[in-house]
């Protein structure tokens, strides 16, 4: 079973601080994602990256970074967290199955609120 | 790029009831559109898919429809159980990217 860790289910961090969420994945996989899961808007995507030490950035990557130093862990940093920033994030990994075509996993998520 | 809308935002629905879920996209390289189901608390969990060479696929009390004409597909969830209460997403594979859709909140009313 592929599975895909994210480090914290739930942080509370203040206004200004440095935040690091951490996303950990078993099946050496390439392609690695993070969204941010709002009500009424779905899941939008943050950044991804196809391989170590690549990143692309997603539909909203204003205020975060990221890190792909390893194949199998992915970060991302809000580099002076706000209140907008309180979310639901999910990090996610797609494979390409050699039976069934490319198929996307996701972490259990992480709430990060923000105050 | 890809716009996936998804339809309605919350239903509810007697125990029992069927459930129907619809998407549409915009993108004809599509090729791929999977469902989610997400609980409380949880990462979204993938029930069921579809591939652009099929028209329809069941899983014992699900089944997804694709209209490839239409740019369409659906979730069907029949005999519905409380246990099935959770917000669903559909999304569209185009290239390497997945496109979703805003989420169904679904309510069994027992």
């Known amino acids: 079973d592929v599975k895909v860790t994210q480090s914290s289910r739930y942080l509370v961090k203040r206004t200004g601080e440095k935040v690091f969420l951490e996303c950990v994945q078993d099946m050496d996989h390439e392609n690695m994602f993070w969204y941010r899961q709002d009500p009424g808007l779905g899941l939008r995507l943050i950044y991804f990256s196809y391989d170590v030490k690549m990143k692309e950035k997603g539909d909203i990557p204003e205020g975060y970074s990221v890190s792909r130093e390893k194949k199998e862990r992915f970060s991302l940093i809000l580099e002076s967290a706000s209140t907008n920033q309180t979310s639901m994030y999910l990090c996610a990994i797609t494979w390409g199955a050699p039976q069934t075509g490319t198929e996307a996993f996701f972490g259990q998520g992480t709430r990060l609120t923000v105050v | 790029g890809e716009n996936v809308e998804q339809h309605p935002s919350t239903l509810s629905v007697q125990e029992g009831d069927s459930a129907v879920i619809k998407c549409t996209y915009s993108?004809?390289?599509?090729?791929?559109f999977p469902w989610y189901k997400q609980e409380l608390g949880k990462g979204p969990q993938l029930i069921i898919d579809i591939r652009s060479n099929v028209g329809e696929k069941k899983d014992q009390r699900i089944a997804v429809t694709l209209n490839k004409t239409a740019k369409h597909f659906s979730l069907h969830i029949t005999e519905t159980q409380p246990e099935d209460s959770a917000v669903y997403f559909c999304a569209a594979l185009t290239g390497n990217q997945f496109y979703f859709g805003t989420g169904t909140s679904l309510t069994v009313i027992p």
């Open positions: 993108d004809s390289a599509s090729n791929y």
